[in-house]
């Protein structure tokens, strides 16, 4: 793909500006020096083009706030990630390194670099100004319009460096672009200290190749406001049969490519045994359950997924019948 020469037809962030302070955000924003860009953005991921002041001087010329805190997108195998470490000092870069040896200046390149092994004591030294912090620069496409152009997603995240030798094998095993879900994922957990943390960090899923994933998810499941007695057993009718031949072919290898691994996870988080169990109680748990963990926010998006899946296979079983 010729998407790393040509000018990037904008940027997403995962916070702004706000009166001089960083604001982290719950959904994607997106800045653009192109007005049709900005008014596509706005009708495919919501929110309304306007000129922008969340990046200060340097920013591009609009920016979007989106609805979406997840956007489908495209990525050009391993190499549309890079990622380095910087440390950046008074008087420019003093550290440039990949973790083990200095990638600049030229008289230092290959040499060791003195950075830790574990991401945990870099992160100890970077807080320290001792160390150099990530610097990940994501190049995609919108799965949706990838017409756009290419896109980029910088980011000195820590997690998303604690990811990138998973995203970067997952990338090697999908042949040709995959289709990823990145997201804003919120995090919230109990410190040992008994203390409630709550933040949000950038994720990108890998989900599969460009002939077997929809370039845009299914409406996430909202709980279903019917009575919830009967709502289980209505909506277990949606689980997918783990026999249904009259599936074609194409179709079937989508479904259980997708949903056996959806169910799996739910089903580790929910502890059940068959498919059709699993379903069944995710979709118990949500109906009933008014905590929000983020387990939970998954688990729905899994059910919409599983539901999704399951209504295309119904279709596919509808039309072989006919
Ligand atoms: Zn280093």
Avoid at 39 to 64: D, F, H, K, M, Q
Avoid at 165 to 194: Q, W
């Amino acid at each position: 793909m010729t998407q790393s020469t040509a000018a990037p037809a904008g940027r997403f962030h995962t916070g702004r500006l706000s009166e001089g302070r960083p604001q982290a955000l719950e959904a994607w924003r997106v800045t653009t020096d192109d007005a049709d860009v900005a008014a596509r953005i706005a009708g495919l991921l919501g929110g309304e083009p306007r000129p922008n002041e969340g990046t200060g001087s340097t920013g591009l010329a609009y920016e979007v706030l989106t609805s979406r805190e997840s956007v489908r997108i495209l990525l050009d195998g391993p190499d549309a990630v890079a990622a380095h470490m910087v440390l950046w000092g008074s008087v420019g870069l003093i550290h440039h390194c990949d973790g083990v040896e200095f990638l600049s200046p030229e008289e230092k390149k290959g040499r060791p670099c003195g950075c830790p092994p574990l991401l945990e004591d870099r992160k100890l030294a970077a807080r320290a100004m001792r160390g150099p912090t990530p610097s990940v620069d994501i190049t995609f496409q919108i799965a949706a319009a990838p017409e756009l152009g290419a896109f980029h997603f910088m980011t000195a995240s820590w997690q998303m460096a604690a990811q990138l030798s998973d995203l970067t094998e997952a990338l090697e095993r999908v042949n040709g672009p995959a289709v990823c879900d990145l997201t804003i994922e919120l995090v919230v957990y109990t410190s040992k200290a008994g203390r409630g943390v709550c933040y949000r960090k950038p994720v990108v899923t890998v989900l599969g190749s460009l002939d077997t994933i929809a370039p845009e998810p299914p409406p996430v499941a909202e709980p279903v406001p019917a009575p919830a007695p009967s709502a289980p057993r209505r909506k277990a009718r949606l689980a997918p049969e783990p026999t249904t031949p009259p599936v074609p072919e194409s179709r079937r290898s989508v479904s259980v490519g997708v949903d056996a691994d959806l169910l799996r996870s739910a089903a580790q988080v929910l502890g059940t045994g068959d498919h059709q169990e699993t379903v069944t109680a995710a979709l118990s748990e949500i109906l009933a359950g008014r905590q929000q963990t983020p387990e939970l926010a998954q688990l729905r998006e899994h059910v919409g997924r599983i539901a999704a899946i399951a209504g295309q296979a119904l279709q596919g079983q509808e039309s072989s019948l006919t």
